[in-house]
């Protein structure tokens, strides 16, 4: 039996800019390399499917709704060696912590979200995880205004730019999200 190093592998960027792609990519490879991966996902995110991660262009992966990170814990199966972790923003801080005991104990773990929220701000615990990780890649989108790499995700409320006092996480409300690039990131004080 080969020995596992545990890692942590950060996965992030704008909305659109492909990362629950990438998460999903993975994923499929350590399943072809016969490894035995659980998917976790925050229980508020029901865009596409209750217990399926999705990106936006219809890729599917079966995965765990957890309302916190210490959930993760109890759900995990003892053959385990890979942990998928989508949306991360959404989680508490608490997913830090759980995040590196799994890799202390020899899990691969994945983690995919949005590093800035619509005001171009650190989005729950991405920041921490960023930094602990062994691996980071950020991804890009495409802005919508000038066809230029986008970092940033902008709300529009009404087909206008949300304003900054707007709550971060608005579950059911009618707004919409563009990429956009630093320059075309509009931010309403």
């Known amino acids: 039996m080969r020995h596992h190093r545990g890692g942590v592998e950060v996965v992030c960027g704008s909305m659109f800019s492909g990362k629950t792609?990438?998460?999903?990519?993975?994923?499929?490879?350590?399943?072809?390399?016969?490894?035995?991966?659980?998917?976790f996902k925050p229980a508020i995110d029901d865009r596409y499917s209750l217990d399926?991660?999705?990106?936006h262009d219809g890729q599917l992966s079966h995965a765990h709704?957890?309302?916190?990170?210490?959930?993760?814990?109890p759900l995990l199966e003892?053959?385990?060696?890979?942990?998928?972790?989508?949306?991360?923003?959404?989680?508490?801080?608490?997913?830090?912590?759980?995040?590196?005991?799994?890799a202390e104990r020899g899990l691969r773990v994945i983690v995919a979200g949005l590093d800035l929220d619509f005001r171009g701000e650190e989005f729950g615990p991405m920041p921490q995880?960023?930094?602990?990780?062994?691996?980071?890649?950020?991804?890009?989108?495409?802005?919508?205004?000038?066809?230029?790499?986008?970092?940033?995700?902008?709300r529009l409320v009404n087909g206008?730019?949300?304003?900054y006092d707007d709550p971060v996480v608005?579950?059911?409300?009618?707004?919409?999200?563009?990429?956009?690039?630093?320059?075309?990131h509009v931010i309403v004080k």
């Open 170 to 184: 608005m579950i059911g409300a009618q707004e919409t999200y563009e990429a956009r690039c630093r320059e075309h």
């Open 21 to 39: 792609e990438e998460l999903i990519r993975r994923v499929r490879r350590a399943v072809i390399a016969k490894q035995k991966v659980q998917v």
């Open 78 to 102: 003892p053959d385990t060696t890979v942990v998928a972790i989508d949306e991360a923003q959404f989680f508490d801080p608490a997913l830090v912590e759980v995040v590196d005991a799994l």
């Open 65 to 73: 709704p957890i309302r916190l990170a210490s959930e993760i814990g």
């Open 160 to 163: 206008q730019p949300a304003r």
């Open 129 to 154: 995880l960023m930094c602990r990780a062994e691996d980071v890649v950020k991804l890009h989108a495409i802005c919508v205004i000038c066809g230029e790499p986008a970092s940033r995700t902008q």
């Open 52 to 55: 399926h991660i999705a990106s």
